[in-house]
């Protein structure tokens, strides 16, 4: 059966640099395929994300910040297809390199997804009040 793993949110000087990991240890527990998604901060979840930090790494919350808005084009968010679940910029582009680079290392391949069995498949019997029609 295929499995997959998406390492989201992706948040920059928070756990970022545990991506290459993450990947290894999915694969070595059988994943076959990964992905990962940008953090995202529409609409009311920006300021809430904020108290988090100030809560929980304020040694780095600013830094943290300014990356964020670096790859969304100097906003907390940006809501474009395309660019949402990624990024734009030098620090997005290091991040895709880095999963690129260890995707391939782990023989991830996320364009080929594996072949379903549907062979032990059986569509559930339930009696209709008709009776047997079909």
Known sequence: MPVGVLFAPAIPWVN???MEAVLEAAHDAGADSAGYVLLRLPHEVAPLFRDWLQAHVPDRAERVMAAIRQMRGG???DA???TRMRGSGTYADL???RFTL???RLGFDRRKPS???CSRFRAPHTPSPQGELF
Request: overall charge negative; charged content about 40%.
């Open 16 to 18: 970022d640099h545990e």
């Open 95 to 97: 991040l895709a390199q």
């Open 75 to 77: 906003r907390d968010y």
């Open 80 to 82: 474009r297809f395309g």
């Open 115 to 117: 072949a379903l069995d």
């Open 102 to 104: 260890a995707s391939r």
